[in-house]
């Protein structure tokens, strides 16, 4: 089995989908000879040439709008947004057009777009590069939100947000060289469905994104302390896998909820809403909900305290005990 | 038009030009060793520029820089102390250490400090020009921004506005031909972003930005006429970054050729050829100069890299909010 690097896997995905389809077209900012902020984009315009592959002047709102616009005419563009940070910028065309593209003509207008972009710290880019934005998209409804972990789950769930016929905002994490396997030819991955990283039994933690990774670390922690944790990787945010939620926490009656947002109004607690509103996984809770988050603060640039930002398994590893106070 | 410093001026002037150049390099060999985190964006190449607006304004004016405003800040006359320990993330630097290397910014010399968001700079400078004028002072405002910045919306809508409520903001494009990798030849509409003045009918001129006496004089005349007319000003000025975009930019979008041709047009070099020629310098005192500012300089940072003191957490939500508390 080859391994690929998380960026690999999302230029593979976009390869193999400009490809299939000339209609599917890369547009952003630097995307060309300089391969992206983040370097996933080398090569395509070389071999794809500016049909494809389209750079633009910094102008996130315009070129937002302007991919919105070309996707109603049938092209099916792939946006890249250097930081996550700057889709603030892109809201109006996303948030106000795209979303409602289809419920406000009834069904006659649709917008195929995938929005790319990278969120979280770790950068030392300070406060204005390195936030996590997914609320901002996941309270709008009209739009898709998925946001993958691994290289594998990255390149199929973009080839199926290309193939998606309206809007998808796809999520990335820095951790660009991360490497993993990639299975070799052609696979996609639904969007809507979580994937359980880790099977266990007496704890599910939930999470999406970088701190799937650091969630997995703090399992392996846990695991010497003989509890067993069942890790559900979220992947997609909006349509949210409840089903595969709701099972594991009826197992294990006990659930952390994991991410790098702040977790004031952020996406743990719409979790733990589908979570305790539904009966029988209300009873089956055998601890109260938790959740492990970013710090309530914007990123300082100082390393020390990046660095203390979001959440370490440490923190998991201890919300997790918490759940267990005989065992303490 | 442009203005001819006596031995003073020109002393003062190159004097700041080689410290900038000479912080740069250190910066960005602290950011190769690790001894620094984070990223940095040089200026190596646009000094005229930096030297050229701020000396040649009122102290009490004020500046909103960009990412790349190591320049900009060293000019405005902040210690090359305060904003090293920024870059360390050190509590004594100019944010203590919040900030960092984007985000420079100086109160005590109206330094109002920069966005990270490229372009977004130039509409809060629009509104600090909007209070200047309600509150009768007699300063002005400078925006800085780059030709990349220039295509962004919030720039034209921050001109329209200065232009209709005649605010007196010095918009300071500084065209160093590229916006990361992309071409302004490419991007930009118009050959020249002084002509999109007229599109708001806001007075303006482009002038070549490797020349700090050309720059000095632009902007006195700019400000003169900010003061005179009680409207806002375009200034564009034409110059190239020699460093790469960022740390690790390998340059692929430009030729060496091109970097070579640029390179003759050494704004430092231009103003100490011209001062040895008027009998200003000699090149026992350039090199004087050199080695003195490089001596204070590596001396500063020696003294940093020993200190480490750094904000606590605690400390760091204490500002989250104006009234410091509520976390
Ligand atoms: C809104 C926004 N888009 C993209 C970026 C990424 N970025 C950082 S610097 C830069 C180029 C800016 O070019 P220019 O305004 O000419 O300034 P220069 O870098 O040449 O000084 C870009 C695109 C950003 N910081 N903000």
Redesign the pocket.
């Known amino acids: 089995m080859r391994k690929l690097s998380y960026r690999e896997a999302i230029r593979e995905a976009m390869v193999e989908e400009m490809a299939r389809d000339e209609q599917v077209v890369v547009i952003g900012?630097?995307v060309g000879c300089y391969g992206g902020?983040f370097k996933v984009t080398p090569g395509l315009i070389e071999r794809f040439g500016t049909r494809q592959v389209i750079e633009t002047p910094?102008s996130?709102e315009g070129l937002v709008g302007v991919a919105v616009g070309a996707a109603m005419m049938g092209m099916r563009p792939i946006v890249e947004i250097?930081?996550g940070d700057?889709s603030t910028?892109a809201a109006d065309p996303i948030i106000n057009h795209a979303a409602k593209m289809s419920f406000m003509t009834a069904g006659q207008v649709s917008v195929p777009m995938v929005y790319r972009t990278p969120m979280g710290s770790g950068t030392g880019a300070a406060a204005q590069?390195t936030q996590s934005l997914e609320v901002l998209f996941t309270n709008v409804p009209g739009l898709k939100v998925v946001y993958a972990a691994t290289p594998a789950d990255a390149k199929g769930l973009l080839k199926s947000a290309v193939r998606d016929p309206g809007p998808v905002i796809f999520l990335e994490h820095k951790l660009y060289g991360t490497e993993d396997i990639v299975p070799e030819g052609e696979y996609t991955i639904p969007i809507g469905q979580a994937d359980i990283k880790r099977q266990g039994t007496d704890v599910t933690i939930v999470t999406y994104g970088k701190t799937v990774f650091t969630a997995l670390e703090a399992s392996q922690v846990l695991e010497d302390d003989e509890v067993s944790v069942e890790l559900v990787d979220l992947r997609s945010l909006r349509p949210l896998d409840t089903a595969t939620i709701l099972a594991s926490v009826r197992k294990t009656g006990r659930v952390v909820v994991v991410h790098e947002a702040p977790g004031f109004g952020g996406f743990a607690g719409e979790v733990i809403s589908q979570i305790v509103e539904d009966p029988i996984t209300f009873a089956a809770l055998r601890a109260p909900v938790a959740r492990v988050c970013g710090k309530e603060l914007p990123t300082p640039f100082n390393k020390t305290l990046e660095m203390q930002l979001p959440p370490s398994s440490h923190a998991i590893v201890d919300a997790v005990l918490s759940l267990f106070p005989s065992a303490v | 038009m442009a203005i001819a410093f006596d031995r003073d001026r020109g002393m003062a002037m190159l004097s700041l030009m080689v410290r900038s150049r000479l912080f740069e390099q250190k910066v960005e060999a602290l950011f190769s060793s690790h001894e620094m985190h984070g990223t940095t964006?040089l200026?190596i190449g646009q000094e005229a520029v930096h030297a050229g607006v701020s000396p040649a304004l009122d102290p009490d004016d004020w500046i909103v820089t960009?990412?790349?405003c190591h320049g900009h800040t060293l000019a405005k006359g902040s210690s090359v102390e305060a904003m090293l320990a920024e870059f360390f993330g050190l509590s004594n630097g100019l944010a203590k250490g919040l900030g960092g290397s984007m985000h420079l910014l100086d109160l005590e010399h109206h330094n109002a400090g920069s966005s990270?968001?490229?372009?977004?700079g130039v509409a809060l400078a629009t509104g600090m020009a909007l209070q200047l004028k309600r509150m009768d002072s007699p300063n002005l405002v400078v925006a800085f921004?780059?030709?990349?910045?220039?295509n962004?919306g919030i720039v034209h809508e921050s001109m329209n506005m200065a232009s209709i409520w005649g605010l007196p903001v010095l918009f300071l494009c500084?065209?160093?031909l590229?916006?990361?990798s992309?071409c302004?030849d490419e991007m930009v509409s118009v050959d020249s972003i002084a002509k999109r003045g007229v599109a708001y009918g806001i007075e303006s001129r482009s002038v070549d930005g490797n020349d700090v006496e050309v720059v000095y004089a632009a902007v006195q005349d700019a400000a003169a006429y900010i003061h005179k007319e009680g409207k806002p000003y375009l200034l564009e000025t034409r110059t190239y970054?020699f460093s790469g975009?960022?740390k690790n930019d390998q340059r692929v979008y430009r030729t060496r050729e091109e970097e070579r041709v640029w390179g003759q047009k050494d704004p430092i070099k231009i103003l100490r050829d011209r001062m040895v020629s008027r009998g200003h310098l000699t090149e026992d005192a350039y090199k004087r100069l050199e080695t003195q500012e490089q001596a204070v300089l590596d001396e500063i940072a020696e003294q940093l890299i020993k200190q480490r003191h750094e904000l606590t957490l605690d400390e760091a939500y204490s500002y989250m909010y104006a009234d410091g508390g509520n976390r």
């Open positions: 900012e630097d902020c910094v996130e250097m930081y700057f910028l590069h | 964006h200026a960009t990412h790349r990270a968001v490229v372009g977004s921004f780059g030709d990349g910045a220039s962004r500084e065209h160093n590229y916006g990361m992309s302004a970054r975009h960022s």
